[in-house]
């Protein structure tokens, strides 16, 4: 084999091996997608988990609209971690109402979630995720 046929025949193996790894590339952006749903969707699994355990035995469930007050608070918990909330400012952050009646509503399912070991909490009236 002389220099131009063995430097065609490096062109030919480098083309190769450059379209190997555009492809190997898209599956791996496909996979890496795939992956963050699925992640997602375990993540709303547990919180729907986490708030049918909520619920006392033998109990009505709560109304749609409860359920999704539930979803918010573990979803706010979830984005913020280490972050300590008192009721009046998770209603902040949510943008709920902040009179007195919806922030005891709220202290009370934060009561029921920490008895459900989804929070803790590190002071009176202070709300954390558990880690």
Same mark, same amino acid.
């Given at each position: 084999?002389?220099?131009? !046929?063995?430097?065609?025949?490096?062109?030919?193996?480098? *083309? !190769?091996?450059?379209?190997?790894?555009?492809?190997?590339?898209?599956?791996?952006?496909?996979?890496?997608?795939?992956?963050?749903?699925?992640?997602? =969707?375990?993540?709303?699994?547990?919180?729907?988990?986490?708030?049918?355990?909520?619920?006392?035995?033998?109990?009505?469930? *709560?109304?749609?609209?409860? #359920?999704?007050?539930?979803? *918010?608070?573990?979803?706010?918990?979830?984005?913020?971690?280490?972050?300590?909330?008192?009721?009046?400012?998770?209603? !902040?952050?949510?943008?709920?109402?902040? *009179?007195?009646?919806?922030? #005891?509503?709220? =202290?009370?399912?934060?009561?029921?979630?920490?008895?459900?070991?989804?929070?803790?909490?590190?002071?009176?009236?202070?709300?954390?995720? =558990?880690?």
């Amino acid at each position: 084999m002389n220099v131009s !046929e063995l430097l065609a025949y490096l062109q030919t193996q480098q *083309d !190769e091996a450059t379209t190997r790894a555009a492809e190997l590339r898209g599956q791996i952006e496909h996979l890496t997608a795939a992956l963050a749903e699925s992640e997602a =969707r375990l993540t709303d699994l547990a919180t729907t988990r986490i708030i049918t355990e909520a619920a006392p035995a033998g109990a009505e469930p *709560d109304p749609p609209e409860a #359920n999704t007050a539930y979803q *918010d608070i573990v979803n706010a918990f979830n984005q913020h971690p280490d972050q300590v909330f008192r009721a009046r400012e998770l209603h !902040e952050l949510l943008g709920m109402p902040t *009179d007195e009646a919806s922030v #005891n509503i709220t =202290r009370s399912r934060l009561g029921r979630l920490t008895r459900q070991g989804f929070l803790t909490q590190p002071g009176r009236g202070h709300y954390q995720k =558990r880690t």
